[in-house]
Nanobody, 116 residues
C-alpha cells in the first residue's frame, strides 16, 4: 500500500506564491508518474502538472510559465512551486502517484485560495 500525503496549501493574495509538497509513503517500489490535479469550485477536475520518474514535465496551458513541478526521487516527493497566482487558481489540489502494475494512489487534497 501507498499513502500520498500533501502539504502546503493555504490562503495567498493574487500575484503571490505558494509551494505544495507531496510525499508517497509506504510500499513505494515502482512509483512512476506523479503529479497534481485540481478542482475549482463549479468546474471539472483538471490535470495541472505532471512529472515522470526521469523528470519530464507537463503542464496545463493556464499554468505554464507560472508553476514549476519538481521531484526528489530519493524521497518519492514532488513539489509544485506556484508563482504569480491568480484568483482562478483557487481550487483543491490533489496529488497522485502511479505505481506500476498496481494503481493510482491519491492524496486527500489541499485547499489553495487566492484572494483578490
Amino acid at each position: 500500500q501507498v499513502q500520498v500525503v500533501e502539504s502546503g496549501g493555504g490562503l495567498v493574495q493574487r500575484e503571490g506564491s505558494l509551494r505544495l509538497s507531496c510525499a508517497a509513503i509506504g510500499d513505494i517500489y515502482r512509483i512512476n508518474d506523479m503529479g497534481w490535479y485540481r478542482r475549482a469550485p463549479g468546474k471539472q477536475r483538471e490535470l495541472a502538472a505532471t512529472i515522470t520518474r526521469s523528470g519530464s514535465t507537463n503542464y496545463v496551458d493556464s499554468v505554464k510559465g507560472r508553476f514549476t513541478i519538481s521531484r526528489d526521487n530519493a524521497n518519492n516527493t514532488i513539489y509544485l512551486q506556484m508563482n504569480r497566482l491568480k484568483t482562478e487558481d483557487t481550487a483543491v489540489y490533489y496529488c497522485y502517484a502511479v505505481r506500476a502494475f498496481d494503481r493510482t494512489y491519491w492524496g486527500q487534497g489541499t485547499q489553495v485560495t487566492v484572494s483578490s
